[in-house]
């Protein structure tokens, strides 16, 4: 699954690279795939603001209703109607500072993606239905994911900036706002309250959210991945070795010189987080040509299945 996203491993540093695949058009030209990736992405929609069993039972009488279903969700968010008439409404979104690019509207959506269709993390609760049938955020996390192997819990937050230090910097913000002791008591209890709605039966996962359990026992099984999406020149390097469907080491090694150097900047960032030693700290990085036209084809898309 997810055949139009590129991963790249780097273990020894809990860093992971994505980026968009590259393909020959009739050209012979090579050029990333950003129509059939956005498709993809948008593929998983019902899935992500529904939850898997939600969508797959409306989906049983109509697959299309599930879609509709989750498109009408993500497209009621307050802030991606904003950033909507931001992005397809005038040109004021293309200063750097605009909020508009810093915020991830699609963040939550990808960062589903990469967890559940590139690293096989199912969703554990989908904050966009509940918010949406409860009028209330249901956490402060922008994923909420399990592992089933392990039953460790994966929690996630995303940034889309133009820059990848101010994408890392954000992050590094988030780690210490929200993986703590008062964070975790609130949201926790807020997600466990809404077991009995999912019919969550993991009592492994259950224990992690319970109110009585203490913060190293949560900290230790949890791996919380930050999700920066950036602007990066090292996509015009890339190329194919002659007469074969692989990367060229010239382009590998650029790539793993962005890895490693994003991965000591943020390190350096979070160099004071007390608690560091005892989470499981992970790094997702995905450089694209242009932040800016990447969301903007998101939103017209988005739009242009309300119509």
Known sequence: MGKLTEHHLYEDIKTQCFH???DLNDNGEILQDED???????????????GKAKAQEISQNSPRKAVKQGMKLLYKVKEVQEASIEYLGSEKAKDPEDKYLKRGEFGELILYYLLDKKLDKPQLISKIYFKDSYNSVVHGFDAVHFDRATNQLWLGESKFYKSKQSALTALSKDLSDHFNVEFFNQEFTIINNRFADLNIQNDHIKS????????????????????????????????????????TEAFLDRLEILVKDARENFNN???????????????????????????????EKLKKEQD
Request: proline residues 3%.
């Open 20 to 22: 968009i695949v590259f």
């Open 36 to 50: 059939g990736w956005c498709e993809e992405i948008f593929d998983e929609i019902p899935n992500f603001a529904l």
């Open 208 to 247: 992690l959210m319970d109110e009585g359990t203490r913060f190293l026992s949560r900290l230790v099984n949890i791996n919380a991945c930050f999700f920066a999406l950036f602007d990066s020149s090292v996509l015009e390097s890339f190329s194919y070795e002659e007469g074969t469907d692989e990367p």
């Open 269 to 299: 960032k979070i160099e004071s987080f007390q608690n560091k030693e005892n989470l499981k700290i992970h790094l997702f990085l995905f450089p694209v040509q242009s932040k800016y036209d990447l969301v903007k084809k998101l939103h």
